[in-house]
């Protein structure tokens, strides 16, 4: 989704929940889990998903753009507090 993001628009706006960190893992790495966690029994009662790394949102689509020869652009938005 972030490489869609980062395709389609030339600026996103960055709501204060982007400063959070996340864990990023790639669609074909949740298929792989996903068959290898269906196929035995007790595999699915603790698995980790996510990737060992964190960034924040704006910083990932920066990293994902450079990845792709786009330059992503993301500005902070103040809250609709």
């Given at each position: 989704?972030?490489?869609l993001?980062?395709?389609r ?9 982007t ?35 964190r ?5 990932a689509?920066?990293?994902?753009g450079s990845?792709?020869g ?12």
């Amino acid at each position: 989704m972030l490489r869609l993001l980062v395709e389609r628009l030339p600026a996103m706006l960055s709501p204060a929940w982007t400063a959070t960190r996340m864990q990023p893992i790639a669609l074909d790495d949740v298929v792989a889990l996903l068959r290898f966690v269906l196929g035995r029994a007790g595999a699915s009662a603790r698995t980790t998903t996510s990737a060992p790394g964190r960034a924040q949102l704006p910083r990932a689509a920066r990293l994902t753009g450079s990845l792709l020869g786009h330059r992503a652009r993301c500005s902070p938005c103040p809250s609709s507090r």
